[in-house]
């Protein structure tokens, strides 16, 4: 009875074995550049059954879009794309990369990553496609954050506009209120409304272990219009202190609006209810007429509420948030990016596809509702549909703006937490000097 | 990956679980000599200590030795990273926070569960009181942070702004301004030990009843002849009777309290000088990228609760001799 048992048991292993092996995944149609439409995707070849994984923080219904952007090339070269979206990503890419089951491709949203990463090398340098193609549709500004030791690492892939102050155009209108143009203006408005008796602006920096991000935000945009682009990057790179002049200048000036209890925070509370909103709740008083002005990026579109409008005319919009003078356009923003830790030639072929004005349209068409716009120069701006898109897209293009992605999301992640964390003590009541000292700290342990 | 090969792997994995039974019971067979039962028994846990070894004490060693290390370089540094968790300012709130949530909640639950045991005893309404008191057990610790997220919740007490948090609502019906519950340290931190008070309650409630209804009836009836009742016969009768059961509550609770992670990390994400050791060493190995400080913060709380548990079995034992 038991040979028979074991005969049994060794049958079924093999024949799980042995179907293990056989089975093969379907998908993957036979590739035909000869196909209608197929013509801007022949340069990429044809594959038979090739595979490649793309694994990003990007979740529906934003994943959606980027799915269908894909279904043309996939047809077109034979190639499957995988897009593996998890909301643990931050966490899960480090555990997948030490633990050698990296994806193909992965999309993060901080550079101090992809710097981080090639310093530990980890990814494979951008074939020549690639580089080209970075080259050609972006800006030097965006080629620094791929361009690691003069070797190009990988391509933006969307973008976003922080440099912007979300109004109710009713309110603004019927108040005569006219939008400002330089940072003096900005304050003068400011005083307006509180004249008026209101508070003119709101925020909210809660978000769990990132809370305080929107506070270095205002930090990099205060750095950024007053300093200009040169000393911001030395700052980010530590070239100079957080303690020296012009940081303590930049946070200084963002505690005249963020610590002034005249301006904060309306319909909110005072000024410590800022550590307490959450980030995405921060926006809602803008369309109820608690709060006049509110500071966040492009994002802030899919943020409000169902069925707001967003429009110069409709329920919400945005300004540019001004510099000190008309004569500079200081941007800031942020992205993401594509890096690739494998040099198949499908990956190849999908790394170059992803960095081309081929697919930045196609992912225009594909997010019918808007919400998606790139630095990609070769993005055809006509075809957008949302206005917010539209006034993100002008500036991005603009030949006068100089872009430059947040401070924080560049540094390393242990001063990152560090800069998030101090800030949230700085709005509750620490004083500048003592937060940028020791923020400064966290730099030594680098 | 299509559902043939996944009923594939399924075949194979059991046809594979199959045979190293089969195997065992093989081997097993032949087994012959002296230490014969011995050496069966060795071969039967063979693989169940095989598994323990792989998955549990070679990342035990490997964490304590990165504990010993720096990140940067691999390198050894000795202590220096048990220095920084004795002496950064930051670090030093962490291990402060951990230990009043140790000291509190662990004592607190099992008087609160102790007290309401005793006064639901054998009262008509006992198994409804009992499963008011329960019912928190079944949320999941996220779940029960997100309610008492909202009941911290505040808003400003300006026209057209309605209080949202149950806690600042009743302070208002009271003529009082709302608070920032969340916000202000040492407080916020005894707000979230409630909501852990909150769940356990149950649990200690539930064991310490079952102890109670365990008294031997005759010393009851013994005490409460020689003229005691009420709180004289919980102190002497009651109590005694039942201590090495409620002290297995209490380690146990502080057990699970030195594990709490979800209910920081989702009601204020460790922010406002709330942090607590399990939360610092996720936020440390993944989100800063630090594992040799978070490694370093493993081996603490191991250290931590090895004597708890010691003392918790030691106690089990004495409990069921009883």
Known sequence: ?446 | MDILSKFAIMLGAIGGLVLLVAMLLFLAGRMRGRSESRNVGWLFIAPAVLGLLVAVIYPALKTITQSFQTSSTGSFVGVANYITVFTDPDQLVVLANTAAWVILSPLVASVIGLLYATFVDRSRFEALAKTFVFLPMAISFVGASIIWKFVYDYRPNIAGVGQTGLLNQIVVWFGGTPQEWLLYPPLNTIFLIVIMIWIQAGFAMTVLSAAIKGIPADIVEAARMDGASGFRLFMDVTFPSIRPTFIVVVTTIALWTLKVFDIVRTVTGGQFDTNVLANDFYTQVFQIGNTNVGATLAVLLFILVMPIVIYNVRQLRKAEAQ
């Open chain 1, 1 to 446: 009875m038991k040979k028979q048992f074991l005969l049994a048991a060794g049958i079924v292993a093999v024949a799980g074995l042995l179907l293990t092996g056989c089975s093969t995944t379907g998908g993957g149609s036979a590739a035909s550049t000869t196909a209608p439409g197929c013509a801007p995707y022949a340069k990429y070849g044809t594959f038979k059954n090739k595979k490649v994984t793309m694994y990003s923080g990007i979740v529906a219904p934003l994943a959606t879009s980027y799915i269908n952007s894909f279904k043309k090339f996939e047809s077109c070269t034979g190639i499957t794309v995988q897009f593996q979206g998890d909301t643990n990503f931050d966490s899960q890419i480090k555990v997948r990369i030490a633990g050698g089951n990296a994806p193909d491709l992965a999309v993060f949203a901080q550079p101090g990553q992809i710097k981080s990463l090639v310093g530990s090398k980890n990814v494979v340098q951008a074939p020549k496609g690639v580089a080209a193609n970075v080259n050609k549709f972006w800006s030097s500004s965006w080629k620094d954050y791929v361009e690691i030791n003069g070797k190009i690492y990988g391509s933006p892939v969307d973008a976003n506009v922080k440099s912007l102050v979300w109004y109710q155009p009713s309110r603004f209108k019927t108040a005569g209120y006219k939008i400002p143009t330089t940072l003096a203006q900005l304050k003068t408005l400011s005083d307006t409304i509180v004249a008026s008796g209101a508070k003119p602006w709101c925020e909210g920096i809660s978000a769990g272990s990132a809370t305080g991000w929107p506070i270095t935000d205002w930090m990099s945009q205060m750095m950024l219009i007053q300093s200009g682009p040169a000393t911001y990057d030395k700052w980010v790179n530590n070239q100079i202190p957080f303690t020296a002049t012009a940081p303590k200048k930049a946070l200084a000036e963002a505690g005249d609006f963020l610590k002034n209890s005249k301006y904060m925070n309306g319909g909110l509370g005072d000024v410590s209810s800022i550590a307490a909103t959450t980030w995405t709740d921060a926006g809602v008083p803008v369309l109820s007429g608690k709060c006049a002005m509110y500071k966040q990026g492009s994002f802030q579109a899919g943020i409000f509420p169902k069925g707001t409008t967003v429009s110069p005319t409709g329920d919400v919009y945005a300004f540019y948030f001004p510099g000190v003078n008309t004569k500079t356009k200081p941007v800031l923003g942020g992205g993401d990016f594509l890096v690739a830790f494998s040099k198949r030639p499908e990956v190849q072929a999908f790394q170059t596809f992803m960095s081309s004005d081929t697919w930045a349209n196609a992912m225009v068409a594909a997010s019918p509702d808007g919400g998606w716009v790139t630095a990609n120069t070769g993005m055809d701006n006509s075809k957008l549909t949302n206005p917010i898109d539209k006034l993100s897209a002008q500036i991005l293009q603009d030949p006068k703006s100089v872009f430059r992605y947040s401070a924080a999301d560049q540094m390393p992640p242990a001063v990152q937490a560090v800069f998030w964390a101090q800030s949230t003590k700085w709005i509750l009541g620490q004083s500048t000097s003592d937060t940028l000292s020791t923020i400064q700290k966290s730099w030594a342990t680098q």
